[in-house]
T-cell receptor
Framework: GEDVEQSLFLSVREGDSSVINCTYT??????LYWYKQEPGAGLQLLTY?????DMKQDQRLTVLLNKKDKHLSLRIADTQTGDSAIYFC????????????FGQGTILTVHP | SAVISQKPSRDICQRGTSLTIQCQVD?????MFWYRQQPGQSLTLIAT?????????ESGFVIDKFPISRPNLTFSTLTVSNMSPEDSSIYLC????????????FGDGTRLSIL
């Protein structure tokens, strides 16, 4: 079946850039997503990228997609303490309105 | 994007009891889903809630344990039946529309603890 892998932890200093990486196995993905989960909260959609694109920028967020290597990354510029959260990568298995397969989540800790 | 409300936001229940979780959307949506997030884990899809017909369950989830209703395009319920401590999880409702650039959005979830 489909598999999505992420590193579990990332620790950065406030003001630095954070890069969270994700690999996936399903080559039929239509969209790939990044969600943020703060403690005690649900999932907030941060950004998403169409599989035919290789980059998408949205304010402090930059998504890079290497479809050949099935590698997705999320770069957060000027990381703030409020960015501390769990970040989930997800892919849709080729159906943009269907089941999402999630990675394990990356716990981002931002130190002052 | 649609505003999704889940009730209750959290509950503590006794083993052997059942709890029904509600998901209300402020606009009509085509697709509604129910996910489970076990402690410290990622999200796993339980089922797709189909309007006017039986839900479509993923492998490892059955209707007797997780009955789902979807009477219209803005509302769905998930019942967790005969609960045991292993059912302690966050249960999340999500919605999506069919079409281009229609990402899936999630509610805030229901945090369920079974004693």
């Amino acid at each position: 079946g489909e598999d999505v892998e992420q590193s579990l932890f990332l620790s950065v200093r406030e003001g630095d850039s954070s890069v969270i990486n994700c690999t996936y196995t399903d080559s039929s993905s239509t969209y790939l997503y990044w969600y943020k989960q703060e403690p005690g909260a649900g999932l907030q959609l941060l950004t998403y990228i169409f599989s035919n694109m290789d980059m998408k920028q949205d304010q402090r967020l930059t998504v890079l997609l290497n479809k050949k290597d099935k590698h997705l990354s999320l770069r957060i510029a000027d990381t703030q303490t409020g960015d501390s959260a769990i970040y989930f990568c997800a892919e849709d298995g080729g159906t943009s309105y269907g089941k999402l397969t999630f990675g394990q989540g990356t716990i981002l800790t931002v130190h002052p | 994007s649609a505003v999704i409300s889940q009730k209750p936001s959290r509950d503590i229940c006794q083993r052997g009891t059942s709890l029904t979780i509600q998901c209300q959307v402020d606009s009509q949506v085509t697709m509604m889903f129910w996910y489970r997030q076990q402690p410290g884990q990622s999200l796993t899809l339980i089922a797709t809630a189909n309007q006017g017909s039986e839900a479509t369950y993923e492998s490892g989830f059955v209707i007797d344990k997780f009955p789902i209703s979807r009477p219209n395009l803005t509302f769905s319920t998930l019942t967790v039946s005969n609960m045991s401590p292993e059912d302690s999880s966050i249960y999340l409702c999500s919605v999506a529309e069919v079409g281009v650039n229609q990402p899936q959005h999630f509610g805030d979830g229901t945090r369920l603890s079974i004693l």
